[in-house]
């Protein structure tokens, strides 16, 4: 007989802890003044609460720190590598049926049993996936591994660079997306390409008259008629890749529905475009759907994951989120797959003159590292490994996207404007309706909101609108499609209840003061790439008319830089 109550039983605590020191608000105003008002180059040791983002800030688990002392810190082929890659194979491939090399570890295989060893892990030869091995990682290889996210863009797009100046000089090409991560879109743009972001705007806002979804709407969807406009437009010889964020992190960490996937990947391939997954949270993405979408409930989240990764061509993935370790990258590409055919060059007997995965080797040892380490430590492959498992476990994903929703809900309810329903890394404040609609594309207030977090309550967020999607600077067709919102993104399995209620609290209060929160202008780095990373700010009063309620005019009236 099970006993039940109406709240659910913990399912972990605590086991090292981190003390934060008291710091005022003063000393806070004074370090922003220092750093030019840039939420970057503001001290963590600073803060209360760091939500700037979830990307490998994760507290590891147990396991995860006994899984490190396993490795070794080989130059060539260190355990961690075998293990890792078929740690991808377990988790993306082979759905429930996986094989868990790195209990060979655990176990002591590796010291007492060498055959075993040489022929499940050391020699065993795979093909035809993401991950091939063995021989076949020598003779086709396609699996890079990188120190994070952005070195996988940097590497695809640095070896994509030259290949189509030299096969398609001067064109230029257009990347499609439910939405690129910033660092995509840089990546992109430094290639000389345009990226577009194609997902639901009009939906994304919506908050039901309830402020809860039932049934997570997948607003990260990609907006298929968008996309077929897009390729009729521009042509789909000028289009060389269609990318899917999942979940999408540009648009609200919403999550993605198998269904628009499924959609997006027969698009893709009618037109013999290869299709490329940023995977950065694909296992929340797997929750999300095994929660919502019909047909998917009674599946494990590597089930679900096995069908959504086969889905795709390329995967490219920041491992610092959805790899519960606070380092890793991974790019990797179907053996023999769209990408392979599309971007190697053959010889007219069908044999392969140059193969883009040779390409990409070479471009990561030359700048990562040798492929069983990419510019990893054998310490942080082997707490990727453990990490990949923990964040399929379904109890885990339960309760992170819980503790999002909670948040999100503390929110609504106190009138906050959030996106409902919460993302699975954070929440999204919707900075246009914070500010009643008063505040300019060019006032930057969202970067304002977030620099008074710091300031008055010692809780850092990150603008992921008009200041860092740089909407000034955008075509009036991709101005369209920048949300401008600041996030609260939560580390992974490092915050309390305590610290959910402490944000509600200060960002109900910080609503409340709105019309007491500056305007930016940018005094440095205008136009640098990626200016939220290094550009300059500095606060000035809004006008009267920019301000809801203007009886805390006088505050401004009075106002100079010292005061903010
Ligand atoms: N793609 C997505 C969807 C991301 O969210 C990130 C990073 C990257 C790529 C780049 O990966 O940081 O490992 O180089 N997002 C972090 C964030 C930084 O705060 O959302 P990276």
Known sequence: MEFKLNIEAPKSWTHVVREVPHVTADQRRRALQATHYNEFAFPAGMLYIDCLSDSGTTSMTDTQWAAMFLADESYGRNKGYYVLLDAFRDLWERGDDQVRLINYMKEGVDRDDVEKMMNDVYLKDYEGGFINGGQFQLSRPNTFIVPQGRCAETLLFDVLKPLFARRWPGKVFTIPSNAHFDTTEGNIKQMGNVPRN?????????????????????????????????????????????????????????????????????????????????????????????????????????????????????????????????????????????????????????????????????????????????????????????????????DYQDERVKQCQYLADGLTRNGVPIVQPAGGHGIYVDVDRFFDYKRNHESFAGQALSLEMVHRYGIRCSELGDFSMEYDLKTPEQQKEVCNVVRLAINRSQFSKQHMDYIIAALTQLYKDRDTIPNLKITFGHNLPMRHFHAWLEPYAPTEEEMADKSNYSYWKTWTPDQF
């Open 198 to 394: 194609l997902f639901h705007k009009e939906i994304l806002f919506e908050v039901p008259e309830s402020g809860h979804y039932d049934v997570n709407p997948f607003k990260g969807n990609m907006d298929i008629d968008k996309l077929n406009q897009l390729l009729d437009a521009v042509g789909v010889e000028n289009v060389p890749l269609i990318y899917t964020t999942v979940t999408n992190n540009s648009v609200c960490g919403q999550a993605v529905s198998m269904q628009n996937m499924r959609e997006v990947s027969a698009i893709a391939h009618k037109h013999g475009i290869p299709y490329v997954m940023d995977g950065a949270r694909w296992a929340e993405n797997c929750y999300f759907i095994k929660m919502n979408e019909p047909g998917y409930a009674d599946k494990s989240i590597a089930e679900i994951a096995k069908e959504m990764f086969s889905l795709f061509d390329v995967v490219s993935a920041s491992l610092k989120k959805n790899g519960h370790a606070n380092m890793g990258g991974l790019l990797a590409f179907r053996d023999k797959g769209l990408f392979w055919q599309k971007f190697s060059e053959f010889n007219e007997d069908g044999s392969v003159k140059t193969d883009i995965g040779h390409l990409l080797k070479v471009r990561q040892i030359s700048a990562y590292g040798n492929d069983s380490y990419g510019g990893m430590s054998g310490h942080d492959i082997m707490a990727l490994c453990q990490g990949l498992y923990e964040e399929a476990r379904f």
